[in-house]
């Protein structure tokens, strides 16, 4: 069973710019949300995608987009990068459509907006 | 709004004494908890979770919490801390935002072993 990727791991932006990340989903999961782990924070939930569609979103602007594929992997995009957008950037994969299951997450991209 | 309160943002134990991590939570539902731990330059890791089916959990590497509603918490304890338990440790809630489950997360709590 393949565990959750992400790629790249670390990249560096200048501000302004856009950015996309990307995410592997566990095998057998049809979830994925997005979180944005500030230095020294708990993640901060961004949005999650189920079955292609975003089917919620915490308190980001839309400059922070995703998308899902049909093989459930995902891409958060964001555009017009800010200083505060250096984070670490953290999925994580889930089987929806039952409340409380658990999350399994990946190791994190490191973004740097200098 | 649902929200958990993680006391204390470092805690120092001695290797093999108690561990206890300290987590309350705010929320007018029957919640779902977790506690996740984080090695350096890592991704977060499930310790265990509370779905309402018992009170006390046991999860992996030893840890255990237990749920008391009346006090609403869910702290996480471990009889006898290791070396290798060094790390970030995180509770957090699920969340329904519309049609998804997000997790909200405390700030965290570093947990440090002296030797």
């Known amino acids: 069973e393949t565990g959750v990727t992400q790629s790249p791991t670390h990249l560096i932006k200048t501000r302004g710019q856009q950015v996309t990340l990307r995410c592997s989903s566990q095998?057998?999961?049809?979830?994925v949300s997005w979180y944005q782990q500030a230095l020294g924070q708990g993640p901060q939930f961004i949005f999650q995608?189920?079955?292609?569609?975003?089917?919620g979103r915490g308190n980001f602007p839309p400059r922070f987009s995703g998308l899902q594929f049909p093989n459930y992997s995902s891409e958060l995009n964001v555009n017009a990068l800010e200083l505060d957008d250096s984070a670490l950037y953290l999925c994580?994969?889930?089987?929806?459509?039952?409340?409380?299951?658990?999350?399994?997450f990946g190791p994190g991209t490191r973004l740097t907006v200098l | 709004a649902q929200s958990v309160t993680q006391l204390g943002s470092h805690v120092s134990v001695s290797e093999g004494a108690l561990v206890l991590l300290r987590c309350n939570y705010s929320s007018s539902v029957p919640p779902y908890l977790f506690w996740y731990v984080q090695y350096p330059n890592q991704g977060l890791q499930l310790l265990l979770k509370?779905?309402?089916?018992?009170?006390l959990v046991k999860g992996i590497n030893g840890f255990e919490a237990e749920f008391k509603k009346s006090e609403t918490s869910f702290h996480l304890t471990k009889p006898s801390a290791h070396m290798s338990d060094a790390a970030e440790y995180f509770c957090a809630v699920m969340v329904s935002r519309g049609g998804a489950d997000g997790l909200t997360f405390g700030k965290g709590t570093h947990l440090i072993i002296q030797p």
């Open positions: 994580a994969s889930s089987l929806g459509g039952r409340v409380g299951n658990e999350q399994f």
């Open positions: 509370y779905t309402s089916a018992a009170t």
């Open positions: 095998s057998g999961h049809n979830t």
């Open positions: 995608y189920y079955r292609e569609e975003e089917n």
